[in-house]
C-alpha cells in the first residue's frame, strides 16, 4: 500500500512570510496527525485529527499556525507568519483506528527553513 | 510535563556487537503505553515496538529485544550482532490512553539515540 505523501520535502522562506504544507495519509485512516521536530529533539504533536475533526490541538500555536483536514482525507498545515524557531521538520502521520496497534505511520516530513 | 529521557545522544560501535539503548520514562498514570521508533536517514519514523503498562515480559524479535521495568520506569532496546542498517536515531516514547481510545497518537518522545554503527 501506499505510504503517507508529504510536499514540498524542502522549502525555505524569510521570517514573516507564509507556507503550507499538505498531507496525503494511508488510505483508509481515519486519523492524521500534525508532529513539528526540530534538529535534535523527538517530535512534538501539534494536532491531531479523527476523520475531519479535531481531536487534539492543545500544542498548535494557535496565533500562527493553522490545521485542516477537509472532507477527512488530506490535510494542509500552515503557519502564518513564520518565525525563526519555526524552522524544523513537520511530520505528518496517520493511523488505523479498527486495529488500535498504535502504530502510526509516518511521511518523509517537510524540512522548513525560516531565514 | 511527563517526560522520556534518553540519557545517550550518540553511541558508535563496530559491526557485530551489541547495542543497548536506554529509556527512561514518568508517569503518572496507571495504563500507559510504551513505543519505540526508528528514524534512518530519509526521515520518516518507522515503528518498531508497543508495549502497555501491564506486560511487563521482555520481548524478542530477531536480533532487537526489549527490557520493560516497571519498578524503576525503564523500557530499554537492545540490538544484537548490530549491522550497518541499523545506523539511525532511535526514539522512545510513550502514550496515555484516554476514554475512546484516541490518545494512542499523542506519544510524548524523547531527545533520540544516534546510533552508528560502522563496517
Known sequence: EAGVAQSPRYKIIEKRQSVAFWCNPISGHATLY????ILGQGPKLLIQFQNNGVVDDSQLPKDRFSAERLKGVDSTLKIQPAKLEDSAVYLCASSSDRRYTGELFFG???RLTVL | AQKVTQAQTEISVVEKEDVTLDCVY???D???YLFWYKQPPSGELVFLIRRNSFDEQNEISGRYSW?????TSSFNFTITASQVVDSAVYF??????HAGGTSYGKLTFGQGTILTVHP
Open chain 1, 34 to 37: 500534525w508532529y513539528q521536530q
Open chain 2, 26 to 28: 514518568e508517569t503518572r
Open chain 1, 108 to 110: 518523509e516530513g517537510s
Open chain 2, 30 to 32: 496507571t495504563t500507559y
Open chain 2, 67 to 71: 527490557n520493560f521495568q516497571k519498578s
Open chain 2, 92 to 97: 522512545c516514547a510513550r502514550a496515555v490512553e
